[in-house]
């Protein structure tokens, strides 16, 4: 019996056992000492034991199968955890966990190496990517939303900005010669901090002064008190990132609510500072097109076409160390809860149920078609066929059409 109690000890090393219930660790040592479960099994247990608690199901001790082969156990456990990641998330009788109220953390200006000028993060040739050029004016985020990938690489707790930002910003040469796109909303939510340290003021200056360059504010929150206060240059977008309310309530804690982001880009937009709206990620669940659907015929009553610079659609997709973060978190989350397939070499939904939810969307947006631009972003190449109805040939032909459009809405000129 000692042999085998070390070899459970062994394989719960580097896992999240110690995380769990105590009646859960119990029970899974318990088991898997009777059947003598193998060290990836355990190691398999315990990930979907963690996952049962996240997702606010059943525990493993109500639903473990009873069978004296431990093959037909593990197989039948298995199926379970497929079943339930299966079935359209409900979110009707979630309850969240460890939520809190308002994000704590601490702020640090420092000298930071390097620009933090560069390409989209995500960016690559196996899916189309319309090669956005980021700018770190902030590194990690005050928002809390459950799928995010920015806790994977900042410290979450600790909004960190570069003293030197100002400076570099002015000595930044941009080929005049060439319309640049650049995002501000990669590292960091584009507003929620406002102008602290100086960065909008640095950024509205970057803008004013360098006219062949489209810049993006991508942001959940509603804080445009310095965009009402100040002139806008007109080669800024101001974009929001909306999801459904239950969504929003579920999943993107401390964010503002469904209501006053679209409130806050109705304000922006009356100031003549042109917006667009990310659907980034739509998340499959119960009810879910009805629910997105009322967002998109909100947003087509509430702007006109041309007050509209883009609509983007995406949905979740993870790479491991950022579904590792999540289940390292003592809260719960249905985000996971999806069946997840390959998707060039990250996890993502199956290509069915993208198809469901892009041309949903795309459909729904009708009156825009020919007056604003739409794009799906880090999806196939075929997916926009299927979606769309049509597709780009190469990423610099997503960019060309994808610049053009920006600066026709603009009013700005187009230079590449």
């Known amino acids: 019996m000692n042999q085998y109690i070390e070899k459970f000890e062994a394989a719960t090393k580097n896992t999240f056992y110690s995380k769990l219930p105590h009646a859960e660790k119990e029970f899974i040592k318990t088991k898997s000492l009777e059947l003598k479960f193998s060290h990836q099994e355990i190691k398999q247990i315990i990930d979907m034991t963690r996952d049962f608690g996240m997702w606010n199901e059943k525990s493993i001790c109500e639903i473990f199968p009873e069978h004296e082969q431990k093959k037909v156990v593990f197989s039948r456990l298995r199926k379970i955890y497929e079943d339930i990641r299966s079935t359209p998330n409900s979110y009707e009788n979630f309850e ?5 109220k308002e994000q704590k953390y601490t702020f640090k200006t420092e000298a930071k190496e390097g620009f933090g000028l560069g390409l989209c993060p995500v960016a690559s040739e196996k899916t189309r990517c319309c090669n956005l050029l980021t700018l770190d004016a902030v590194e990690s985020c005050g928002f809390d939303c459950s799928y995010c990938s920015i806790a994977s690489f900042y410290n979450q707790n600790t909004i960190t900005f570069d003293s030197n930002f100002a400076n570099k910003l002015q000595n930044l040469n941009l080929d005049k010669n060439k319309t640049y796109h650049i995002g501000t909303g990669q590292a960091s939510d584009s507003l929620m901090w406002g102008n602290r340290e100086g960065i909008l003021d640095a950024l509205f200056l970057f803008a004013k002064e360098n006219p062949n360059m489209i810049l993006e504010f991508k942001t959940k929150s509603d804080n445009i008190k310095y965009f009402l ?14 999801n459904t309310t239950t969504i929003i309530e579920n999943e993107e804690h401390l964010a503002a609510s469904l209501d006053k982001r679209i409130g806050a880009a109705r304000k922006v937009a009356d100031k003549g500072v042109k917006v667009g709206f990310h659907f980034h990620p739509i998340v499959e669940y119960e009810n879910y097109l009805n629910e997105y659907q009322e967002v998109y015929e909100n947003l087509l009553l509430q702007f006109q076409a041309d007050e509209v610079a883009l609509v983007s659609f995406g949905t979740l997709t993870f790479i491991k160390p950022v579904i590792k973060q999540l289940r390292s978190r003592d809260f719960r989350s249905k985000i996971t809860q999806m069946p997840l397939v390959d998707a060039n070499g990250k996890s993502s939904y199956p290509h069915a149920t993208k198809v469901e939810m892009f041309s949903h969307a795309y459909k729904t947006f009708k009156p825009w078609h020919k007056d604003v631009f739409f794009y799906l972003c ?3 190449h075929g ?3 299927e979606t769309f109805g049509y597709e780009y040939s190469t990423n610099n032909d997503f960019e060309r059409a994808m610049l053009s459009a920006y600066a026709n809405k603009l009013d700005i000129g187009f230079l590449i």
């Open 96 to 100: 969240l966990k460890n939520v809190a």
């Open 229 to 242: 206060e100040n002139d806008v240059p007109k080669n800024i977008l101001c974009t929001w990132s909306l």
């Open 378 to 380: 880090m999806e196939d």
């Open 383 to 385: 997916m926009w066929k």
